[in-house]
């Protein structure tokens, strides 16, 4: 059975930093593509940023790029979000999800429905 853990989420100022973490489970992940996704409070659940296990591609939301970096240590079966110079709109809860085994690089990975398995969430709150 997949599972998806999330964790790092946390009450941090702006301008802080957090790095989200989402150990996967079940099988090997290390041709999928690993993806984040966040939804604020009474808002869709939005793209952030995602990671081609086969080519090491990755793609960011306009929003988060330049401040998120996403990565992954196969090995671990664990994909990792840097997020710097965080704001109070980044407030929301984030997701990890993965798709694959896919030979697509990570651009075409930028909707929900391209995802195949969901972790539970994990809080990130910026404070003002």
């Known amino acids: 059975q997949v599972q998806l853990v999330e964790s790092g989420g946390g009450l941090v100022q702006a301008g802080g930093s957090l790095r989200l973490s989402c150990v996967a489970s079940g099988r090997t992940f290390s041709n999928h593509v690993m993806g984040w996704f966040r939804q604020g409070l009474g808002k869709e659940r939005d793209f952030v940023a995602a990671i081609s296990g086969r080519d090491g591609s990755t793609n960011y939301a306009h929003s988060v790029k330049g401040r998120f970096t996403i990565s992954r240590v196969n090995a671990k079966n664990t994909a990792y979000l840097q997020m710097n110079s965080l704001k109070p709109e980044d407030t929301a809860v984030y997701y990890c999800?993965?798709?694959?085994?896919?030979?697509?690089?990570?651009?075409?990975?930028?909707?929900?429905?391209?995802?195949?398995?969901w972790g539970q969430g994990t809080q990130v709150t910026v404070s003002s």
């Open positions: 999800a993965t798709a694959g085994p896919s030979f697509y690089s990570a651009s075409y990975y930028y909707t929900e429905g391209r995802y195949d398995y």
